[in-house]
């Protein structure tokens, strides 16, 4: 299981998505959503939230305050492989416990 995927970005029409009262520029307001194993501390978690507000907000301009980032946190054995087996028995080559 080679590599990493990614997924294409979405890009709603305004009349179509509803954003936080108060924000400056609504119109930049990004939802980011992950699907990922279970298992990363909270601490991880709270890197990986900062890291994206950071790069959105130097890649993009997306002001700070506009970012909400979603993880969908699925247990390994909830998650099948392409090779048929729950990622949970399968050696993913990495550690999801950090």
């Not at 990493?4 to 179509?16: G, K, N």
Request: hydrophobic share 40%; proline share 8%; charged share 20%.
């Amino acid at each position: 299981m080679g590599g990493s995927t990614h997924s294409p970005l979405v890009e709603h029409a305004p009349s179509r998505f509803i954003t936080p009262d108060g924000l400056n520029e609504p119109e930049r307001y990004t939802i980011v959503t992950i699907d990922c194993f279970a298992g990363r501390t909270i601490d991880a978690k709270r890197r990986l939230f900062a890291e994206l507000r950071d790069r959105l907000h130097e890649a993009a301009g997306i002001p700070p305050g506009h970012v909400t980032v979603i993880l969908h946190e699925i247990d390994p054995q909830n998650w099948g492989m392409s090779t048929g087996i729950p990622a949970a028995d399968a050696d993913l080559g990495f550690d999801i416990h950090v």
